[in-house]
């Protein structure tokens, strides 16, 4: 079984590591583009991604419930039931989607309570208003994309993610400095770039619901309207995993404005070597994600030591590429900085944070893993209060003595990966007994299946 389901976890797991890489590309396009415009329309593009893409991961998170519910009635061999599931989570969708909208479009004023350049703030303003329009549509589109992962159907998101990247950098390129006749609008454009890219993926993913493998779960048959109960469900099992995410990213957001105090190499370091930590993580997450699947595929069947053994095998795989990126940071300390600037202090420092990145990828990529394969058996909770426990009270403090300065001791930028690092081995091994706990325990399956 090990050789077949490594097989099928590299099938499920390489296009959703695509797509994700594809999604950080569109990010990288963004900033590259802006950048040479201006350094104002750079911050000001920065400053909306602040809010923009926290907020975009919670909405997003609560609809991520689809894929393992969706797993699970497939591996119970009753895909008709995700039919009027996945219409409760479009009709969701669209809800979230006018909200998120909404709390965008009107974002700006938060900029207010900080020192900020005030032309930084307009471009801010004028990005997320602009970003707000295609937000509606793109939850839309992730709900119809967690479908097809949860039915095992990951290579679609992934040609729709590159077409994506190509259609926003033509886009951006076209807004951003006013080619063809188009209005020159800076920071601006990136934000017009981003709405219309997002609907246009919405666009690309609907003539794929007419599919054969998508026709069995029977989602354009006998539309119920609006029930509640079906949405509070989505909801119970979603909102942890956005609550989780946006928690998360936060984290790294107050990192950021700690650093800031350090000076601006320090900035500088600690901008690159999260770049660089961001894009190892890309393959145990995208694992995560395709544990999850194929645990929600064997609990749905009652295959309870094949979900074990699928969990187990994941982890392993994510053990021994966590020693490859280990390996690949330290020996590449001082060049791979070298890829984002040429200033000399810039690289040396961030070199001595990736040998700290380096030593935690074995507990970064193994919670990758164990989370992953948790969502599998529906069980979000738990990792949702783990992580705020592990990031907040534990990984923040840390970091903040070691990086600021406490008793003596003063890493500076190390330090705050020194409190990251801490973090993560305390969420990988309370998330590796709960995973123990959970798959050995057919009772706890049944009661996180039955939500």
Same mark, same amino acid.
């Given at each position: 079984m090990?050789q $077949?389901? *490594?097989s099928?976890?590299m099938?499920?797991m390489?296009?959703?590591?695509? $797509?994700?890489?594809?999604?950080m590309?569109?990010?990288?396009?963004?900033?590259?583009?802006?950048?040479?415009?201006?350094?104002?329309d750079l911050?000001?593009?920065?400053?909306?991604?602040v809010?923009l893409?926290?907020?975009f991961?919670?909405f997003?998170?609560v609809?991520?419930?689809?894929t393992?519910?969706?797993a699970?009635?497939? /591996?119970?061999?009753?895909p008709?039931q995700s039919? +009027?599931?996945v219409?409760?989570?479009?009709l969701l969708?669209?809800?979230?989607?006018a909200?998120?909208?909404?709390?965008v479009y009107?974002?700006h004023p938060v900029f207010? *309570?900080?020192?900020?350049d005030a032309?930084a703030?307009?471009?801010?303003?004028?990005?997320?208003?602009?970003?707000?329009?295609?937000l509606p549509?793109v939850?839309?589109?992730?709900?119809i994309?967690y479908t097809?992962?949860?039915l095992?159907?990951?290579?679609?998101?992934?040609?729709?993610?590159m077409?994506?990247?190509?259609?926003?950098?033509?886009?951006?390129?076209?807004?951003? %400095?006013?080619?063809?006749?188009?209005?020159?609008l /800076?920071?601006e454009?990136?934000g017009?770039a981003?709405?219309? $890219?997002m609907?246009?993926?919405?666009?690309?993913?609907? +003539?794929?619901?007419?599919?054969p493998?998508?026709?069995?779960?029977?989602?354009?048959?006998?539309?119920?309207?609006w029930v509640p109960?079906?949405?509070?469900?989505?909801?119970?099992?979603?909102? +942890?995993?956005?609550?989780?995410?946006l928690?998360?990213m936060?984290?790294?957001?107050?990192?950021s404005?700690?650093? /800031?105090a350090?000076g601006?190499v320090?900035?500088?370091a600690n901008?690159v070597?999260?770049?660089?930590n961001?894009?190892?993580?890309v393959?145990?997450?995208?694992?995560?994600?395709?544990a999850?699947?194929r645990?929600?595929n %064997?609990? /749905?069947a009652?295959?309870?030591?094949?979900?074990?053994e699928?969990?187990?095998l994941?982890?392993?795989?994510?053990?021994? %590429?966590?020693?490859?990126a280990?390996?690949?940071?330290?020996?590449?300390?001082?060049?791979?900085?070298m890829? %984002?600037?040429?200033?000399?202090?810039?690289?040396?420092?961030?070199?001595?944070?990736?040998?700290?990145?380096?030593?935690y990828?074995i507990f970064?990529?193994?919670q990758?893993?164990?989370?992953g394969?948790?969502r599998g058996y529906?069980?979000?909770?738990?990792?949702?209060w783990?992580?705020?426990?592990a990031y907040?009270?534990?990984?923040?403090p840390v970091?903040?003595?070691?990086?600021?300065?406490?008793?003596?001791?003063?890493?500076?930028? +190390?330090g705050?990966?020194?409190?990251?690092?801490?973090?993560?081995l305390?969420?990988a091994?309370?998330?590796?007994?709960r995973?123990r706990?959970?798959?050995?325990?057919?009772r706890?399956?049944l $009661? *996180?299946?039955?939500?």
């Amino acid at each position: 079984m090990k050789q $077949t389901e *490594f097989s099928t976890l590299m099938r499920l797991m390489l296009p959703m590591m695509g $797509t994700q890489l594809c999604i950080m590309g569109m990010g990288f396009v963004d900033t590259a583009m802006s950048g040479h415009y201006s350094s104002v329309d750079l911050a000001g593009v920065a400053l909306g991604g602040v809010l923009l893409w926290p907020l975009f991961m919670l909405f997003a998170g609560v609809l991520m419930a689809v894929t393992p519910m969706v797993a699970q009635n497939d /591996g119970a061999g009753t895909p008709e039931q995700s039919g +009027p599931l996945v219409q409760q989570a479009l009709l969701l969708a669209v809800c979230l989607g006018a909200l998120l909208a909404a709390i965008v479009y009107r974002a700006h004023p938060v900029f207010n *309570f900080f020192d900020i350049d005030a032309q930084a703030v307009d471009v801010a303003r004028r990005y997320l208003q602009s970003a707000a329009w295609g937000l509606p549509g793109v939850l839309l589109y992730v709900t119809i994309r967690y479908t097809f992962e949860g039915l095992g159907h990951t290579l679609v998101p992934l040609l729709i993610a590159m077409v994506a990247l190509i259609i926003n950098s033509v886009l951006n390129y076209l807004l951003i %400095y006013g080619v063809w006749g188009l209005p020159e609008l /800076g920071g601006e454009g990136c934000g017009w770039a981003t709405a219309i $890219t997002m609907w246009i993926e919405l666009a690309m993913a609907l +003539p794929f619901l007419g599919r054969p493998w998508l026709k069995r779960i029977r989602l354009l048959e006998n539309f119920t309207g609006w029930v509640p109960s079906e949405m509070a469900r989505i909801i119970k099992i979603g909102l +942890p995993i956005g609550l989780t995410h946006l928690l998360e990213m936060m984290v790294f957001s107050v990192i950021s404005l700690l650093v /800031g105090a350090l000076g601006v190499v320090a900035i500088a370091a600690n901008s690159v070597a999260g770049n660089l930590n961001w894009f190892t993580f890309v393959f145990p997450m995208a694992l995560g994600s395709a544990a999850s699947i194929r645990v929600g595929n %064997y609990v /749905g069947a009652k295959d309870y030591a094949g979900a074990r053994e699928v969990a187990s095998l994941a982890i392993k795989v994510a053990l021994g %590429y966590a020693v490859i990126a280990t390996l690949a940071l330290i020996v590449g300390r001082h060049y791979l900085p070298m890829i %984002y600037s040429d200033d000399q202090a810039v690289i040396a420092l961030t070199a001595q944070a990736l040998i700290v990145i380096a030593l935690y990828q074995i507990f970064d990529c193994g919670q990758a893993a164990i989370i992953g394969s948790l969502r599998g058996y529906k069980d979000t909770r738990f990792p949702m209060w783990l992580s705020v426990s592990a990031y907040w009270f534990i990984a923040l403090p840390v970091g903040w003595a070691l990086g600021r300065g406490f008793m003596g001791v003063d890493f500076g930028l +190390p330090g705050f990966y020194m409190g990251l690092g801490t973090g993560l081995l305390v969420v990988a091994l309370i998330s590796g007994w709960r995973l123990r706990r959970v798959s050995h325990n057919e009772r706890m399956i049944l $009661t *996180f299946s039955e939500r």
